[in-house]
């Protein structure tokens, strides 16, 4: 049992949804660095030259903010669905629920099912509503109906502290992650990564990150098809074959094929997925890019399309984490002197595809994680800069009538500020433990940015009020519990037991926001909260039909 239950487990299935779960432990127990592979390498150079030669071509078109931030509105459905599919589907995604199920078979699974539920959430709630309302982020949504110089700043935290909290764990695994698989020590990785996401975003604007986003996770997908292609030949094409070989070479045997191998809790499972539904909907840079599409009919179709794919890419995460018990799991080729997996559990991916494919499955799959990792760093940037330059300083600041080409020399601006500070905190971070940062984007998405959101479209009698106070109550209590919690309780305090026994509260902390908003907006009689209400019918018909028709009602 212990060359399958590698260390860090806990901080895999709590991180799944992102590439810096490698810094929360996936590495531990690792030996030494993969021996460099010249075709990674080779590759990731390919896909490096044309990426830059799309962002080239990007910035030809790059010259107002509104292309900038959504590329003119002109991304076809299909092709936004698969950016969404490239934001959302990580190297965490592919190592760490590979990982995962390698330890623990079908737990492994389970915990992908509340990020995959998020996109039916996404396109029928916010998908059509989001599109006829805004222009560049949700926070235009929100602030056409309550009060939007405070709603703004308040929003605009919350998405900064998510970026920001979302860019330090990235960086710190995407230090780990490349340093393991290319040999570059760690700081040179973080400065690479961070170069090219900048001339991404910078010259490109979202029309260069949309396109990265689409190039990734077409190569994503092609090679996990091609590693369960694999495993299922060499299994006679019988899934029944693969989980029998699984169990065969599992201590647990068919205990792998049941729920409880490593959570026991239902609660802790709950909590994790009320993180990951509500979290995943609430993210603002996956928000954002339904304002790529030029209008709701394509919208809804982004998320339809998205939807196929990240079911198409679980699905063959699957075959995959069975078969990485089945054909890595007491093989000495992946085993350290100590008896401990090579990489720890998260790298089961990446030795499932050597074990398939040889040195050429593996380079392509490691420049694969790599080009994920820029993709992802890539729309967070975006995501960030928009809400400093457009939500802060263009709609507060400047009243919604900034000089154009100051808010568009601005956004490259904080492009480069926030790249900067994400290699300064991925360095001062390198040998923290990082868990509990990386619990904070997801947790504060699904108390704060999902509830405003949410109650801003469907709830008549949502005010201002309410929504500060619930935004405070959200804020607060994500931090505080998450401090409480094993986390950081235990794991960075030192403690013998956690205060809070959960690592995920949202579960806890998303029903205290609403309830605040709900009791304070039903109390408040201010004459702004008769505006709010009195907005939210105009708002109704437009989130319905678009602008067109609510200008023609006038």
Known sequence: MQRLMCKGVPGVALLLWSDFILAAGALEGASGRQAVNPIAIGMFLLFVAFTLYVTWWASKSTKTSSTFYNAGGQITGAQNGLAIAGDFMSAASFLGITGLMYVGGFDGLILSLGAFGAWPVFMFLFAKRVRNLGNFTFIDVISQRLDRDPIRLVTAFSTILIVIMYLIAQMVGAGTLIQ?????????????????VLAYVAFGGMLATTWVQIIKAGLLLTGVTLISALLLADSGFSFSNLLGKATANHPSGEGILRAGSIFDDPVQILTIQVSMLFGTVGLPHILMRLFTVPNMHQAKLS???????????????????????????????????????????????????????????????????????????????????????HDVYAEVLKKGKPDPKTELRLTRISVLLIGFAAVSLGIAFQHENIAFIATIPMVVSASVTFPILFLSLFWKDFTTKGALYGAGVGLVSSIVLIVLGPQVWVSVLGNVEALFPYDYPALFTMPASVLVMVVISLQDRSERGGIDRENYDRLLVRSEYGSSVTEALD
Do not use: R
Request: glycine share 12%; net charge negative; proline share 2%.
């Open 180 to 196: 393991f698989l290319f040999g570059l020590p760690y700081e040179w990785a973080l400065l690479l990564v961070s170069v090219l």
């Open 303 to 389: 998320a339809y399309y998205a939807s196929l794919f990240i079911g198409y890419f679980y699905i063959a995460l699957l075959v995959l984490g069975f078969g990485s018990i089945a054909y890595v799991a007491g093989n000495p080729e992946f085993f350290n002197d100590q008896g401990k997996l090579i990489g720890g559990s998260n790298m089961a991916a990446i030795h499932v595809a050597t074990a398939m494919g040889g040195d050429i499955l593996t380079g392509f799959m490691s420049a694969v994680c790599f080009a994920t990792i820029l993709a992802v760093v890539a729309g967070l940037t975006l995501s960030g800069a928009a809400a400093i330059s």
